[in-house]
T-cell receptor, first 118, second 110 residues
Framework: GAVVSQHPSWVICKSGTSVKIECRSLDFQATTMFWYRQFPKQSLMLMATSNEGSKATYEQGVEKDKFLINHASLTLSTLTVTSAHPEDSSFYIC??????????????FGPGTRLTVL | QKEVEQNSGPLSVPEGAIASLNCTYSDRGSQSFFWYRQYSGKSPELIMFIYSNGDKEDGRFTAQLNKASQYVSLLIRDSQPSDSATYLCAGGFGNEKLTFGTGTRLTIIP
């Protein structure tokens, strides 16, 4: 139970293009999803909190116009990296809360998407 | 400001021994605590959570919480090489977000 998937698992794109990453909760409804970024040998950095049917809440320093988040349903959130540049290359990981399992703060992580911008 | 601190390690433990991972937190209002395991190149995987003072056991893992001392620990008994990973401690304040520590890198030596 509490399975979260991400697609794609890896993507390589040219500088200036946009990339969309999908995050799905497969066996539960996730009212809240989170998007993290992680650079090599560094800790997780929360980018934004995504609530179904409302605008995402971005962390300080994260450009909302560059990292577009849409949480259109209780099982799907998407992150679009617009006009990607090499410095956006990173490991992007989503997580989801299942309020019916464990304690309400429990987050279950997707497998991550490795983005490389050439 | 809510902070969670961990020793970055690396922590080296012989196979079969007990690995002890520690975490302190600054916010007395933190309600729940989580231990995640992250293998190199992979995403974090939930090991267990704890929200009451005392010990909580799950197989070879035991989480310990001491709210008075603002201290959380994870014990891994009978350590195996497959336990070699980075262990992330996280605190929850009931407002959806988790505050993560920087992680402790654990190496089990065969």
């Amino acid at each position: 139970g509490a399975v979260v998937s991400q697609h794609p698992s890896w993507v390589i794109c040219k500088s200036g293009t946009s990339v969309k990453i999908e995050c799905r909760s497969l066996d539960f409804q996730a009212t809240t999803m989170f998007w993290y970024r992680q650079f090599p040998k560094q800790s997780l950095m929360l980018m934004a909190t995504s609530n179904e049917g409302s605008k995402a809440t971005y962390e300080q320093g994260v450009e909302k116009d560059k990292f577009l988040i849409n949480h259109a349903s209780l099982t799907l959130s998407t992150l679009t990296v617009t006009s990607a540049h090499p410095e956006d290359s990173s490991f992007y990981i989503c997580s989801a809360r299942d309020p019916k399992r464990g304690v309400t703060d429990t987050q279950y992580f997707g497998p991550g998407t490795r983005l490389t911008v050439l | 400001q809510k902070e969670v601190e961990q020793n970055s390690g690396p922590l080296s433990v012989p196979e079969g021994a007990i690995a002890s991972l520690n975490c302190t937190y600054s916010d007395r209002g933190s309600q729940s605590f989580f231990w995640y395991r992250q293998y190199s190149g992979k995403s974090p995987e939930l090991i267990m959570f704890i929200y009451s003072n005392g010990d909580k056991e799950d197989g070879r893992f035991t989480a310990q919480l001491n709210k008075a001392s603002q201290y959380v620990s994870l014990l891994i008994r009978d350590s195996q090489p497959s336990d070699s990973a980075t262990y992330l401690c996280a605190g929850g304040f009931g407002n959806e977000k988790l505050t993560f520590g920087t992680g402790t890198r654990l190496t089990i030596i065969p």
